[in-house]
């Protein structure tokens, strides 16, 4: 079995879909994100944009091969909120995403599994709304050699059709290339049986 190497996100946020129940309305909103520090960020924005609602409920999972997340009910019953969202994630397979769901109170109480329910529903509606994207995990590595061995280096990287992050060319080079995880072992051999020429990888 090959090691999975792909990763599905979104890459631009979809907004304000909206769900109906019982006169309350839910609003979804995703969000691509790449740390914890922007789930706050994002959450401020909706509080200030939707000032008169009453719970900002939301899940996010981060990460491409160990994931963490957490899910925040925020103010509705125990696991009725957040959990519902989190699982729309998990059901859509999708990571390094924030999906928040505004609910404005509309004087019926719905219950627990109506809560549950409506909470999964527009978190649901907002994922198909999304554009998801399919992303491969990358390893990045540099190399490192003096410039009269730039050729040899360069025939390799086109040859494998490498993806050049950065480079810095002086009399010693710095190159730094993007491979996909499943081609970095062979990648990192060529480099790191080439004469003169140095390879390691950079820890993310």
Known sequence: MTEKDTYKT????????????KNSKFYGFAFPIQSENEVKHHIEDLKK????????????????????????D???PNN??????YGQIQSFDVTNILLVVVRYF???KLGVSGLINAYKTTAQLTL????IAEKTINIEFCI????????????IIKENNITVSNQKLELNCNIYISVRKKDAT?????????FEVKIKQIKS
């Open 80 to 85: 009725s909120a957040g959990m519902p969202i």
């Open 10 to 21: 979104i890459e631009t946020p979809t907004e304000a879909i909206l769900f109906k129940d």
């Open 106 to 108: 509309g004087g019926v």
């Open 74 to 76: 925020d103010g509705e």
């Open 49 to 72: 944009n939707h000032h008169a609602a009453r719970h900002w409920c939301y899940a996010y999972q981060l990460g491409t091969e160990t994931f963490s997340f957490r899910a925040n």
């Open 186 to 194: 062979s990648i990192f051999d060529i480099f790191n049986n080439l």
């Open 128 to 131: 198909e709304a999304s554009k």
């Open 144 to 155: 490192s050699f003096d410039y009269k061995n730039m050729n040899k280096v360069m025939r």
